[in-house]
């Protein structure tokens, strides 16, 4: 056997990985004296983690070499702050339990009661009591165990360096003991500060006292925790930290007794109501709903439940239940009187639309916006109520939907500005374009400025008003892509300022604007699959809107196989939604509109694979829907623009079969063909040209094929092309050369033909739509077999 000895070796010195770092960088031993510090901290010094720590470094580029200075530099502040290496835990543990004194261990299990981080001031209070130490060698301790890596330090705030390490303190205390030592350590300090400071300290109090609330047996005791885990909970709120808050005040509705509404009913009818509000924030609206109860049960006045009621509608409206949400806002704004019809006609919106433009044109614009804040409290919480009704209004009943927000324009000139006023300026000005045969943009963009202006007057309501303008008026002056990062960021201003329901309501207009305006689908089937992660989440009603466009992207994005034959395109079955189940949930009202989008998408894609017959259907059963559906359609720019443009390209698809359509329905469907040119040249003359020239030029060239006239079809097909180059329709530029390739064959220029077919299949493969290229690709070898024979 051949001998062996065991060495030994020690973890290097601080000294040591100084002169490792200053000879592996090339510095002077000056110059890494605070890395190495740093590292030494991090690593006590095992070579082998020094090692890894240093490559880590480099990864993340906290250590990189710069050729401008021609040395090796770090960012010594983020490398201080990184949490050290799980393999270096393990010795920092065994050096705790091995080397620190009963008074180290105990400051550092007081520590971790407060938390993974705890602030200076708070272990001052505590030490003197719980580890034996005065102030000044609490703080000379902490630096100790700064400087041997069991903590950070960032200012007054220290954290455990990894959370094993913070876990194996913790576990200093006995299971048994916790729940009172918790309890012992929220008291102490809750007795220590004065009541003027609670603020500053009410979140490290109310965890204290929560997490040994079984202990407590004095309920006099259980309400004075009842109300810090409301102040929490409103500090939260006010943070935005809508999940934190909702924790704090369900904690303190749990130590809440049924007498106590007769003895603390401020605290209770405050605790619950805001309990039932910060639920909604994060779309927990069962627990929102139970919180509710309690205050409609035990409030005392209609003035008490209101809050209860506004939040109770806000949740029957994200679960889709839309008629009891309007339901309890008419109820509302009856006692509140404010007194309509059931189901008004569309007169009856008519004549109120024209009462609200006299008063609208006879208040100066700049009156609108420096006018006195309402204060009269009736007509504050009206508009509450009013806004709820018309958010909920929109899907049952349309007529009223229109009346409501015209009365919140009403009541805003006549009694003064209130946050929500400016979404009843929002949704007058989309209805311009509806009871107005041509759209008055000066007083739609009065309307809007005066939203933008009260916007920034309250903060509130700006991610539904900037979407509705930007899918009204916006789209009809400004480019639709422009539109589209405007609704992105509405959405995204949404989340983060809690108002989730509102929020999540805009996510199928970002894929629908998407879609609309030949964004890549790729990047769009990406975000979609996002949107509804989300939407499922929240359990949110518009789920169902996003699926229909996910399932149209992914038909036209195509199978992963060339074999195809057996696949309808114009079906919206698969991975995104099955089309019978939606046909049978939502046929009724009052979620009609989805299905109006339904046979919009059909009815597109049927198009688009030149399925005509189908696409006449889809037309026809779009224009079967109820007039009020219709009506509301007209209020989306957007929506209607498309809609009106592909109904246009089918009537004139329809109308080229000759002798195959009867007289009756040939007129009709050159009613709608010179309807929708008509819409097109219009927005693109008073409009934006943007937006609507391309498509004006493509329904005049499909109208100049229809009668023969070659020469003005062939200029008006490549002026669609260019245009929509131009406007970075690439979607609508592949379409018009489909469409101008057709047509040239349809003429006997084949050789032409096939150049436009090639460009539009190029075009569809940059847009990602996969299926529309093998489309076309089987288009070129039927026009090719054609040809030779």
């Known amino acids: 056997a051949v001998p062996t000895s065991n060495i030994f070796l020690e973890n290097l010195s601080a000294a040591n990985v100084n002169e490792l770092l200053s000879a592996t960088l090339g510095l002077p031993p000056q110059d890494t004296l605070s890395l190495s510090n740093a590292l030494h901290t991090k690593t006590r010094g095992n070579p082998m983690f020094v090692k890894q720590l240093m490559r880590a470094l480099v990864d993340e580029r906290l250590l990189s070499y710069s ?42 299990r007081m520590a971790s009661c407060l938390g993974s981080s705890f602030d200076e001031t708070t272990m001052i209070m505590l030490c003197s009591q719980y580890a034996g130490c005065n102030q000044k060698d609490l703080l000379k301790q902490l630096g100790e165990m700064t400087a041997d890596g069991m903590l950070i330090q960032s200012g007054p705030t220290y954290m455990f360096s990894h959370d094993q390490i913070w876990q194996a303190c913790y576990e200093l205390t006995p299971v048994e003991e916790r729940e009172e030592m918790h309890l012992k350590l929220g008291r102490q300090i809750f007795e220590q500060i004065p009541q003027t400071h609670v603020d500053a300290f009410v979140f490290t109090i109310a965890d204290q006292m929560n997490r040994g609330a079984q202990k407590l047996t004095d309920h006099n005791e259980e309400l004075v925790v009842a109300e810090l885990n409301l102040k929490a909970g409103e500090k939260a709120m006010a943070n935005s930290s809508f999940l934190q808050a909702s924790i704090y005040l369900a904690q303190g509705t749990m130590l809440i007794r049924d007498e106590d509404w007769t003895t603390h009913y401020n605290l209770c009818l405050r605790l619950f109501t805001i309990c039932a509000e910060s639920q909604l924030a994060h779309a927990n609206y069962d627990g929102a709903i139970l919180a509710i109860n309690h205050v409609l049960s035990n409030g005392q006045s209609v003035e008490d439940k209101l809050r209860a009621y506004h939040a109770c509608a806000i949740a029957f409206i994200a679960q889709a239940k839309m008629e009891k949400a309007l339901d309890i806002s008419m109820s509302v704004l009856n006692d509140l009187g404010e007194f309509f019809m059931a189901d008004p006609t569309e007169n009856e919106a008519r004549n109120a639309f024209y009462t ?15 006018m006195e804040t309402a204060t009269n409290p009736t007509k504050v919480e ?74 920034k007057r309250f903060d509130k309501f700006a991610p539904v008003i900037v979407a509705m303008l930007n899918h009204c008026l916006f789209a009809y002056t400004q480019p639709i892509q422009a539109c589209l990062e405007q609704i992105k960021h509405s959405y995204e201003l949404g989340m983060r300022g809690g108002d989730a329901d509102w929020a999540l309501s805009i996510l199928p207009r970002v894929s629908k604007v998407g879609l609309f305006c030949g964004k890549s689908l790729d990047e769009l089937e990406s975000e979609m699959r996002i949107n509804i992660r989300e939407l499922k989440t929240y359990k949110h009603y518009m789920l169902q809107v996003n699926l229909l466009l996910f399932e149209t992207v992914l038909n036209l994005r195509g199978p992963a196989t060339n074999d ?75 929506y209607d623009t498309y809609e009106t443009f592909y ?100 003429i006997g220029s084949d050789s032409e033909g096939k150049d436009k077919l090639e460009k539009a299949l190029s075009l569809y493969g940059s847009w990602g739509a996969g299926r529309k290229v093998q489309d076309v690709m089987a288009l070129l070898q039927e026009k090719e077999g054609g040809s030779k024979n």
């Not at 620190?100 to 105990?106: F, I, P, T």
């Not at 806004?387 to 899907?395: G, I, Q, R, T, V």
């Not at 046929?587 to 399925?611: K, T």
């Open 564 to 638: 195809s034959s057996e696949d309808d395109p114009t079906m919206l079955n698969g991975e995104g939604m099955d089309q019978s189940t939606l046909l049978a949930e939502f046929s009724d009202r009052p979620m009609h509109r989805v299905i109006r989008l339904f046979y919009y998408c059909r009815m597109y894609l049927a198009y688009l694979f030149r399925q005509y017959d189908t696409a006449a259907d889809l037309v026809a059963s779009y224009r079967s829907l109820a007039k009020d559906v219709f009506f509301l359609s007209k209020m989306d720019t957007i």
């Open 356 to 370: 609200t433009k006299t008063l609208i044109e006879a208040t100066d614009e700049t009156i609108i916006g420096e």
């Open 382 to 455: 009206a508009m509450r109520f009013l806004l709820l009704a018309s958010k909920s209004s929109y899907f049952v009943s349309p007529f009223l939907y229109a009346l409501l927000g015209f009365r919140m324009v009403q009541i805003t000139l006549l009694s003064g500005i209130t946050p929500e006023s400016a979404y009843g300026f929002t949704s007058f000005s989309s209805f311009c374009g509806v009871f107005l045969e041509h759209r008055p943009l000066d007083l739609e963009r009065k309307c809007a400025t005066t939203s933008m202006e009260l916007i």
């Open 647 to 746: 109904r246009g390209l089918i009537a004139f698809a329809v109308l080229r079969q000759g002798d195959y359509v009867e007289e009756e329905a040939q007129q009709k469907w050159r009613d709608i063909a010179t309807a929708s040119m008509d819409q097109m040249k219009t927005g693109s003359e008073e409009g934006s040209e943007w937006n609507f020239r391309n498509k004006y030029e493509l329904l005049s060239a499909e109208d100049a094929a229809l009668r023969g006239d070659s020469e003005n079809a062939s200029e008006a097909y490549e002026a669609a092309i260019a245009k929509a180059e131009e406007y970075n329709f690439i979607n609508e530029q592949a379409l018009a050369c489909e469409r101008y390739g057709l047509y040239l064959y349809e």
């Open 67 to 108: 050729a401008n200075a021609r040395r090796w530099q770090w960012n010594l502040q983020a490398i201080q702050l990184k949490a050290i290496a799980d393999n270096a835990v393990d010795l920092l543990v065994d050096k705790m339990m091995k080397s620190y004194g009963a008074k180290n261990r105990d400051i550092l």
